[in-house]
């Protein structure tokens, strides 16, 4: 199907673990984001990619890292889950960076 | 600190009757405003947007108007129906690096 899918849309892991939430589009779109959304916070970005090879951090990118060797696909990692990473996330692509992102339908990761 | 502020968490409306969403910024530099609408389990969606160099943009039920000199802009929904229930986030270009700063979020309820 087109569009933007996350996978998985649930994620139950272990403080210390490794994790990686996948996000693949299929518009070509050239930019991709992650965000996490907590109560009170609203979305926030933590890291997001220009085109294939190109990455950046965002507001909270601190234990995640991020890859995008293809254009469609955006992968995000906790190499050592903690529980201040539970949370939702989601991810998004655009046409361009000043133009409206598109939204997977999330990742909710509760991390024990 | 906050650069996009939702003061109000929630709102409740009759449905037939206008809604409006508030949403303040701290940034005289951002350029280019977005609505988003959320429902439960679902991605953010794209509502309307506004550039700084517009004070109002229309689209069917929905406006969006823009006072750059005091920071803020509201989505109006006129008239409001239950289907609009949702939570509205607005958002911010920050042009220099093509980063949406997004605000808390305010949880819509249209009552029939």
């Known amino acids: 199907d087109a569009g933007i899918t996350q996978s998985p849309r649930y994620k139950i892991t272990e403080t210390g673990r490794q994790v990686t939430l996948m996000c693949h589009q299929t518009?070509?779109?050239?930019?991709m984001f992650w965000y996490r959304q907590d109560l009170g916070h609203g979305l926030r970005l933590i890291y997001y990619?220009?085109?294939?090879?190109?990455?950046d951090k965002g507001e909270v990118p601190d234990g995640y890292v991020v890859s995008r060797s293809k254009t469609e696909n955006f992968p995000l990692t906790l190499e050592s889950a903690t529980r201040s990473q539970t949370s939702v996330y989601f991810c998004?692509?655009?046409?361009?960076?000043?133009?409206?992102?598109?939204f997977g339908p999330g990742t909710r990761l509760t991390v024990l | 600190d906050q650069q996009v502020k939702q003061n109000s968490p929630s709102l409740s409306v009759q449905e037939g009757r206008i809604s409006i969403l508030n949403c303040d910024y701290t940034n005289s530099m951002f350029d280019y405003f977005l609505w988003y609408k959320k429902y439960p389990a679902e991605g953010p969606t794209f509502l309307i947007s506004i550039s700084s160099i517009k004070d109002k943009n229309e689209d069917g039920r929905f406006t969006v108007f823009l006072n750059k000199s005091a920071k803020h802009l509201s989505l109006h929904i006129v008239p409001s129906q239950p289907g609009d229930s949702a939570v509205y986030f607005c958002?911010?270009?920050?042009?220099?690096?093509?980063?949406?700063?997004f605000g808390t979020g305010t949880r819509l309820k249209v009552l029939a």
């Open positions: 518009w070509s779109h050239s930019y």
């Open positions: 958002a911010a270009l920050e042009m220099e690096t093509y980063k949406y700063i």
């Open positions: 998004a692509s655009s046409v361009s960076g000043n133009n409206e992102q598109f």
């Open positions: 990619s220009a085109a294939a090879d190109i990455t």
